[in-house]
């Protein structure tokens, strides 16, 4: 079987070889009869959930500091009658108690799950864990055993059971959905444990007993592994102390070439919460905010209210330190419901990025209000994304110049940022000299992607994908050079300035900013240095 | 933002949550496990016209959802009232005794 490659997010750093054990779904299984008994019914549920109290209290007692902190929480929710009762409701009308238990436990995971706020969202799983132990109580069956030492494939993964499972070398754990901020990421990082979420539900079409690789670093798990990956992940295994060492020791230095050069070494950030736990002296800004956090489907579109103070948030953890932050860039392969298109046959070439926001000035003009308000608040500028001619450079610019006057009309403080442009599409790298904006970015995911004609998301095409590749580099180079000749600053974010050994082709090219996941600070900076091992 | 009132057996208060991450799994913890030390029926919103909630229970102080920067509002009656009340603002005002946190 040829290698299977599947892409997710980064929750726990670290690497592991081992073979996949692919956690049974339960929450699609058929509910047990109902006795017909309204009263034996409410006192089956109510005993379940004394025995699952019970249960999370041993596992409790046993537990380090950090996870009894989180199953204190599970216990509080759990004791807390409100949390019953709908369930007890439904019994009440003649549906079972496992029924009830798992409709009354599903709403609240929809109402944690459509939170704006990723901590809360985060806290879906948590109730997860509580249906199900419940639903285990009141079927009567056991959870079963996890072999130590796989890579642990499941939906999504509860505080709880993370904590019933011995993990040992080799252990790693890939979720289809989950989230870097859950209970289980936290104690995954804890431990040692590598961890990726997010991968899609195409992974749990694979089968136990695979071989696989799992790269917590990168968010990339490898099904059957082919020789040269395995090789190279294992050079890349037998470096990783080494490189955790360095990572460390560089991480909260300014960055500097052998030759004493200073380069910026900014980070990617996708919303406020994820930068709380960061020490802002490591970076010299943050180079790309995806501003697509405050966009999810199904909601409702953020106003300029919720806009404004989220940006204002990022800023103030920038302190006087830069921020990009990026337009909307829905469409391709971040649809937004109710927003992007969904009928477009190549989503990848279709109405996404400042194409979308031009097609929707409702929508833009809010987003370019709420950042003019921020920017008195910090370094703020403004990105656009995916701009191909410079009349998508114009025509923004338009609209920010109408905001800029609603504003300065109404009287509302604000201040006008800086308007640049990402360079993605090749049509801008090879006639940079055309944009006339105040700076550029390279983004290097979908450049490298339209460049090669290869799309990011074919596992089998991911040989295309590099950053290396001579056509990718002159761009770059190019765009780089066009930048110094007019005084204009360039920078690059996107996966290739996060991987170390892709650092010194792109300082090659002439890049002395780069912005990167904030995992990757230290060993960027390492690379920078020249300090890394082969 | 500190306030404090009281006429008879009910009280009220109100203070703006500093925590990091908003009124938070652990936050919450304690912020309910203190409410359930005191016998007065005590009440939580989000501004002063509520809607109010149970503030003993996690699930629907969860459930608000309350972000940094939000002002919790506490009502509480009882002969623990007065008592009550000045704990809670006291609890929210020390940031919970744990400064930063993302659990």
Known sequence: ?534 | MNTAGTTGNAATGSVLIAHEVGLHARPSVKLTKLAKSFASKIELGLSEAGPWIDAKSIVKVMAFKAAKGSTLHFRADGGDAAAAIAALVDLVRRDFDEGHGDG
Not at chain 1, 386 to 399: G, I
Not at chain 1, 482 to 487: I, V
Request: charged share 25%; hydrophobic share 45%; with cysteine.
């Open chain 1, 1 to 534: 079987m040829a290698e299977l490659r599947l892409h997710g997010r980064p929750a726990s750093p670290g690497l592991a070889f081992s073979k996949l054990f692919v956690l049974p779904d339960r929450s699609s299984e058929a509910a047990q009869q109902p006795s017909g008994d309204a009263a034996a019914e409410a006192g089956r549920l109510r005993r379940a959930i004394a025995q699952a109290v019970q249960e999370l209290e041993a596992v409790s007692q046993a537990a380090a500091e950090d996870a009894r902190e989180i199953l204190e929480f599970q216990i509080a929710m759990l004791s807390d009658e409100a949390l019953s009762e709908p369930a007890l409701a439904s019994i009440a009308e003649g549906e079972g108690a496992s029924a009830s238990w798992a409709a009354a436990l599903d709403a609240q995971i929809a109402d944690y799950e459509s939170a704006g706020d990723e901590y809360f969202r985060a806290r879906a799983a948590d109730l997860q864990d509580l249906r199900d132990r419940v639903l285990n109580a009141l079927s009567g069956r056991g959870t079963e055993a996890v072999p130590a030492g796989t890579v642990l494939v499941a939906r999504d993964l509860q505080p709880s059971r993370f904590l019933g499972i011995a993990w040992g070398e080799g252990s790693a754990i890939a979720l289809a959905a989950g989230s870097p901020t859950s209970h289980v990421a936290l104690l995954a990082r804890a431990r040692g444990i590598p961890m990726v979420v997010g991968l899609g539900a195409d992974v749990l079409h694979v089968a136990s007993g695979e071989d696989a690789m799992l790269d917590g670093e990168s968010g990339t798990l490898v099904i059957s592994p082919d020789a040269q990956t395995e090789t190279s992940a294992r050079k890349r295994n037998a470096d990783f102390s080494r490189r955790r060492e360095m990572a460390a020791a560089y991480a909260l230095k300014p960055a500097a070439m052998p030759g004493g050069e200073r380069v910026a070494v900014m980070i990617n950030a996708a919303g406020p919460e994820e930068l709380q736990p960061l020490d802002a002296s490591m970076c010299d800004g943050i180079g790309l905010v995806r501003s697509e956090f405050l966009f999810h489907d199904g909601a409702h579109l953020p106003d300029e209210d919720a806009q404004y103070k989220a940006y204002r948030r990022i800023l103030d953890w920038a302190g006087d330190r830069p921020v990009t932050i990026r337009t909307l860039d829905a469409g391709g392969d971040k649809p937004v419901k109710g927003l992007t298109l969904d009928d477009e046959g190549n989503p990848f070439l279709g109405t996404r990025g400042i194409r979308l926001s031009l097609l929707k000035p409702e929508v833009f003009r809010v987003q370019l209000r709420a950042l003019c308000r921020a920017a008195i608040h910090g370094n703020l500028k403004i990105m656009l994304p995916m701009v191909a001619v410079p009349r998508d450079l114009e025509s923004a610019r338009a609209h920010l110049d109408a905001v800029v006057a609603e504003l300065q009309v109404a009287g509302v403080a604000h201040k006008r940022p800086a308007l640049g442009i990402m360079v993605e599409v090749p049509a801008a790298a090879i006639a940079i000299d055309r944009f006339d904006a105040d700076f550029y970015s390279i983004g290097s995911n979908d450049l490298i992607q339209y460049v090669m004609a290869a799309a990011r998301d074919i596992a089998t095409l991911a040989d295309y994908a590099d950053a290396a590749d001579p056509a990718v580099l002159s761009l770059i180079a190019r765009t780089v050079a066009h930048g110094r000749q007019t005084g204009r600053e360039v920078s690059l974010c996107g996966d290739a300035a996060s991987d170390p050994a892709i650092v010194p082709h792109l300082l090659q090219a002439g890049l002395r900013a780069l912005s990167v996941s904030a995992a990757s600070v230290g060993l960027v900076k390492a690379a920078i240095a020249g300090a890394l091992p082969g």
